[in-house]
Structure formats: C-alpha cells, structure tokens
C-alpha cells in the first residue's frame, strides 16, 4: 500500500469519527472509504485469494463453455476447446476483479441518494456484484470461445465496450432501485386525503 492508499484510507476513517452526528460527513467518510476499498484493500485481498478465485472463475466458465463447443473442458485455471484455442485465466481477468467497481458505484449512488444506509441497500449492492459478475463470467466465456471472438473481447473494442456496458448497467440498476424502493416506502396511503 503506498501513500494515496494510506491517505485516503485515513481521510475516511477520519469522517467517520470527526463528526459522528453529522449524516453528510458519515456519507462522505463511506465514499471515501469505498474509494480506498476500490483502489487499495480489494485488490491486496484479491492477489492473496486469487489462487481461490481462479479455480472458481475458470469452473464456471468451463463448465459454460462446454455447453457451447462441444468437447470443451477445464482444468485449474485453462479453459480447452477441441479447435486448440485453449485461455488461461489470470488475475487481471478474473470476474471477481471488479466486483470492487460495482461497490464503489452501490457505495456513491446511494450516498448521493441519501445520507444514511437502509436495510435494503444490501440487496441492490449485490444486485450490482451480482450484474457485474455475470457480464464479467459472460466476457470470459467470449474469449474462451475462439481466437477471433478473443482478440476482439480481450485485446479489441469488445473490451471497451464490455466496460461501458457493465459499468451502465450496474449504474443503472442501482438508481433505479433505489428510486423504486423509495417510491413504495414514501406511497400515500391510499383514500387519505391531506386536510389544511
């Protein structure tokens, strides 16, 4: 961890404490502690479990694959098809990679939304991992595929167009989930009337 991840690491801890009544500063200290998630503490987790995280990835892609070319197979972290085009993949890929993205996106919206957390703010973030792993899953069974469909989706504009898209989509799924829990939690009564 170098000084930026140190600083903003400390820079949240201290909105956490400074003013602890304050909801605006709390909001805040989380941003900046998604920040410091994001950049600095996911992937420090992420090199020491990627040995677990890749087995994980490359099971489920294989077993994906293999429903879409015949005689495909998976073995550790290498995904085979019968034509040769066999993919390793590494830690730069893995879909658990940027599941830290989708929580910064959860972790902003939502504090833009509101300064405080309700109990249902859990399921839209990992309605928001959740998107973000399935692109990601659906990203590596492409490249897994075939060379052409692999340096369009790893090395073309197939990788620019899968970040704009996953990143869109997790954003809009988290606003409109939180704009539709808000609407059923401030409802009217229905048959009451404001009276002045």
Not at 90 to 119: E, G, Q
Not at 135 to 144: A, E, P, Q, Y
Not at 149 to 160: A, L, R
């Amino acid at each position: 961890m170098g000084f930026a991840g140190a600083s903003i690491t400390l820079f949240a801890f201290y909105l956490f404490v400074r003013d602890r009544h304050d909801l605006n500063t709390r909001a805040a200290g989380t941003v900046c502690a998604a920040v410091a998630v994001q950049a600095v503490w996911a992937p420090l987790l992420f090199s020491k479990l990627a040995f677990l995280f890749l087995q994980i990835d490359a099971g489920v892609v294989g077993w994906l694959v293999s429903h879409l070319v015949p005689g495909a197979s998976w073995s550790g972290t290498v995904v085979n098809t019968p034509s040769g085009h066999d993919v390793a993949i590494t830690a730069p890929c893995a879909s658990f990679h940027n599941l830290s993205l989708a929580s910064l996106c959860w972790v902003t919206l939502s504090m833009l939304h509101r300064p405080y957390w309700v109990k249902s703010d859990i399921y839209i973030g990992l309605g928001a991992a959740l998107i973000q792993f399935g692109f990601n899953i659906w990203r590596l069974v492409f490249v897994c595929l075939s060379l052409p469909m692999y340096e369009f989706w790893h090395e073309g504009s197939g990788k620019h167009i899968f970040s704009a898209v996953a990143t869109a989509c997790a954003v809009i799924f988290v606003q409109v989930a939180l704009a539709r829990r808000d609407r059923r939690d401030h409802k009217p009564e229905l048959g009451l009337t404001a009276v002045s």
